[in-house]
């Protein structure tokens, strides 16, 4: 009588890790809402397999009106990390334009859509600006 091999039980695959892919020091400026969106938030898996679960996690909110670090909570299913987001004060501004328009006849719609303005805080650290009025005269 043969004997027929009991097959071996495949193991669960489990949630270990939740870590942040794409930085690894966080800024915004004062006043300023924290962009979770750039985020790279990836799970890691008991098998070692990866998932990137941008789109899944939730986040805490952090107060931006003062100088500081903050403590940002990313969390997925039973997992959170803590993230330090560093609010600073800006000590400057930059103006990218090199690839904006500069000279429109009359009437012609201005086109700024390549125009970049950045935040320029000590060690060379820059932000986008995220909200700022052009007024034309």
Do not use: R, W
Not at 8 to 31: K, R
Not at 82 to 102: A, Q, R, S
Request: some cysteine; glycine content about 2%; aromatic content about 10%.
């Amino acid at each position: 009588d043969p004997t027929v091999p009991t097959p071996t039980p495949t193991p669960e695959v489990t949630l270990t890790e939740i870590y942040v892919a794409n930085l690894e020091e966080f800024y915004v400026s004062v006043g300023d809402n924290f962009n979770t969106s750039s985020l790279i938030i990836m799970a890691k898996y008991s098998d070692n397999s990866t998932k990137n679960i941008s789109n899944e996690v939730t986040f805490s909110s952090i107060s931006t009106s003062t100088v500081g670090k903050k403590k940002l909570t990313v969390t997925y299913q039973q997992l959170s990390i803590n993230l330090d987001i560093n609010v600073l004060t800006p000590i400057g501004i930059e103006i990218d334009c090199d690839n904006v328009k500069v000279e429109y006849n009359v009437g012609e719609k201005i086109d700024l859509s390549n125009l970049f303005i950045f935040n320029v805080f000590e060690n060379d650290i820059k932000l986008d600006v995220q909200q700022y009025t052009i007024s034309i005269f």
